[in-house]
Each structure stands twice: as C-alpha cells, then as structure tokens.
C-alpha cells in the first residue's frame, strides 16, 4: 500500500498542475513489446474516457486513448510509429544568450507600465472645513522592450518501442542553430492537436540534419518509462475529431 501510494504521487500531481479534471487509472494485461505499443487500463466509459483523450504519469505524456469500453480502455503509445502529435521547444535562457551573442536579430515586444503617484496637499484658508486635504494624482508611462520568446514547433512521431521520437519542425530554417540537445518538449496545444498545451513529453537527445536535405531532425527520448507504466491518469480533454481521425 505505501508503494502503490508513493506511485500515485507524481501521477495526481502532474495531471492537477495540468489545470484539467483527471481520472487515475491502472495498467492491467501485458506488458508493451516489440510486437505491442498499446497497454490496457482498467478504467472506461463509466467514468467520461473518450477516444483521444491524452494519457500521462508522473513524469509525462505516454499516448492517447484508442478504444473505450464501459470499464476498460487501450492506451496506444506514444513510440508507436502511427502515433502523432504536435510538440514544442522553448529556447532556454542559454540559448537565448547565445544567439543575442552571435548578432541574431530578436523578435521584441514593447510593453507599457502605467505608475500612478499621490500626494496630499492642503486646501486654500477660506475652505469651509479648516484641516481638510486633497489629493492630486499624477502618472508615469514607461516603456520597456523585451525579447520574445523562441519556439519551434514540429509534429512529434513515433519509431516504435525502445527506439526515441522524431520531430519535424513546422519551419526548419532555424531549428539546427536554436534547438540544443537536452532542451525540454511539450506539447504544443492548438485546436488541431490531440492534446492540451504543455504537457511534458522528454528531452531532445539529438540534433541531426536529413541526408540529402536541410530539415531538421530532433530526437526525443520520453521522460516516462514505457516499460514500467502501472497507475497512469487520463485527462478528460476532449480533441478535435479532425485531430482523432473520428
């Protein structure tokens, strides 16, 4: 019981940080294998499941609902080569500072910040209440510029069990300068995509160019373990059906 508690930890914790209602479940039957890149769990239509909702564990996403039952659901896996969906990399602050260094021109944002300032000063001798005060206002408009954000966004492919995931970025102009192995991948979001916006997925291992051309390719190793699922929970995030193939 303490085991199975300490399991469940960073499982409710991830799926509450993620801001949507989440239902736990358990990996019962067989294990993935080279031949398997689906689980089943033990949870179904009876508590709201449906075809397409994303699946996570404490550490991150896994797959996606594929078929549903009144008590039981198939989870296909995110390294199954049929599986797809749409993933991002944030530039860290390194990666920022690397490129501010080599001369890059950054996208920037113009903010403005309203200060607003009191005083009080005393009212001319001939008011009718002697002592009383007034307050004048005045304000201040600052201008500050910042740097945006970079992101590059691709669709994220399975290569099958063991073997790590492949993204391809919507525009791959920049990805080999700006994606560095170790940055963090999440899900992208989108009314499109079978997920919601920032679940975590893995890191990038690896940065490689396509024989023959200049698209980018980002492998990506999950964070979760695959061979080792037990309690995992199922956000009730309902996707596009164009996105599910409904």
Not at 46 to 58: E, F, Y
């Amino acid at each position: 019981a303490i085991l199975e508690a300490q399991e469940l930890l960073p499982v409710t914790q991830l799926a509450s940080a993620l801001g949507y209602t989440s239902v736990v479940a358990q990996v019962v039957g067989d294990s993935p294998s080279n031949f398997q890149s689906t689980v089943e769990i033990n949870v179904g239509s009876s508590r709201g499941l449906r075809v397409g909702m994303p699946v996570t564990d404490g550490a991150g996403l896994i797959g996606r609902i594929t078929k549903v039952f009144p008590d039981h659901s198939i989870v296909l896996l995110a390294t199954d080569p049929s599986y797809a969906i749409a993933a991002q990399i944030l530039a860290t602050p390194e990666e920022l500072a690397e490129v501010i260094a080599s001369g890059a021109t950054l996208p920037r944002i113009e903010t403005i910040a309203v200060t607003t300032t009191s005083s009080t000063v005393p009212l001319p001798f001939d008011a009718p209440a002697p002592g009383a005060t007034t307050t004048t206002v005045a304000s201040t408009t600052t201008t500050t510029t910042v740097l945006e954000i970079i992101r590059e966004t691709g669709a994220l492919e399975g290569q099958g069990i063991g073997r790590p995931l492949v993204l391809r970025f919507t525009d791959s102009s920049s990805a080999v300068t700006s994606v560095r192995v170790g940055a963090i991948v999440d899900t992208a979001g989108g009314n499109s995509s079978l997920a919601p916006n920032g679940i975590p997925i893995g890191i990038v291992t690896r940065v490689v160019t396509e024989t023959g051309s200049s698209n980018a390719v980002v492998e990506v190793t999950l964070n979760a373990r695959l061979d080792r699922l037990n309690f995992v929970s199922v956000l009730l995030f309902e996707p596009n059906p164009n996105a599910v193939g409904l």
